[in-house]
């Protein structure tokens, strides 16, 4: 049986997509407004004729921002953080949510309640900052990773994901002589790629935007991240410190707001690229995730 459309289905799509490319724009133009901003000559930008194509383009805020060795620093570090964040963070959500998945886990309810309940109440930053700092973890990376490596939410997603897997998986595992952790990494992680991935843009996401952290617990400039820098460029308006990081700098290139943008375009780059490859896993990974017990 065919379906034939009528003419307000036809307008409904119709305005639907109208409405979603206005959408769409609204969202893409702030990124489009500091792109143009940041390829702007300051001399364009003094005599107020800035467009979002620039007339005249400059590579010089990049220039400035990729030779201040902060930036660099705080650039690695950042990806280190974000990478090595993000597959502890997998592997210890893993190990939490496969014994809660199985039903023959002794008071695995009772244990599912004490992990709800830390997604309402929080220690608070006092009691974390003098956690870290009787760790030893003060100025030490680590601070960055460990205390965001397991979350209660990403646990129950996961957890909930792995409860759909047929239980014959497991027992015809067992009958061969596997043993929990082959379990684990021979059946259930192979079959969980889609919620993995989600979970995997989550944390990456949430690394490479934190900032705060980096301010609370590292004190050298050598291990800060560069979210700090971009913090500092843009909210401090401290332009002047990467400034003479280039000899013999042309002024009417120069402009502090097009160094600020430079910095706001790297920063979000390495999101923009990663996204793509993990796009197609999202929605479906937290379609499954969600499926309650």
Not at 9 to 20: A, T, V
Not at 42 to 65: C, D, H, I, Q, W
Not at 67 to 76: A, E, M, S, V
Not at 279 to 290: E, H, M, R, T, V
Request: net charge positive.
């Amino acid at each position: 049986m065919f379906y034939k459309r009528t003419l307000s289905g036809y307008l409904f799509d119709l305005l639907n997509l109208c409405f979603l490319t206005i959408v769409g724009l609204i969202a893409i133009y702030p990124f489009i407004y500091v792109l143009g901003l940041s390829f702007t000559t300051g001399e364009e930008l003094a005599e107020g004729n800035f467009y979002l194509f620039p007339k005249r383009t400059s590579l010089v805020a990049y220039e400035m921002v990729l030779n201040d060795p902060n930036i660099r620093n705080g650039y690695l570090n950042a990806i280190l953080r974000t990478t090595g964040g993000t597959l502890a963070t997998l592997l210890m959500t893993s190990l939490a949510a496969y014994p809660l998945s199985r039903k023959k886990m002794p008071h695995r309810k009772k244990i599912v309640f004490f992990i709800l309940v830390t997604m309402i109440f929080s220690g608070g930053i006092v009691p974390r900052y003098l956690l870290i700092h009787e760790l030893g973890l003060i100025n030490n990376r680590l601070s960055l990773i460990l205390p965001l490596m397991l979350t209660a939410f990403n646990v129950i997603v996961l957890k909930n994901f792995f409860q759909q897997i047929p239980e014959s998986f497991e027992e015809a595992a067992r009958l061969d002589g596997a043993g929990d952790f082959t379990i684990l990494f021979r059946i259930f992680i192979p079959l969980s790629k889609p919620i993995l991935a989600t979970i995997a843009l989550w944390t990456c996401v949430l690394h490479w935007n934190q900032w705060f952290d980096g301010l609370l617990y590292i004190t050298s400039d050598k291990k800060q991240i560069l979210q700090i820098f971009l913090q500092r460029i843009v909210v401090e308006n401290s332009v002047n410190r990467i400034r003479f990081g280039i000899q013999d700098l042309d002024m009417t290139m120069f402009s502090s707001e097009a160094v600020k943008a430079a910095t706001v375009v790297i920063t979000v780059l390495p999101l923009i690229a990663v996204y793509p490859f993990l796009q197609k896993y999202f929605i479906k990974g937290i379609k499954l995730g969600g499926i309650k017990e």
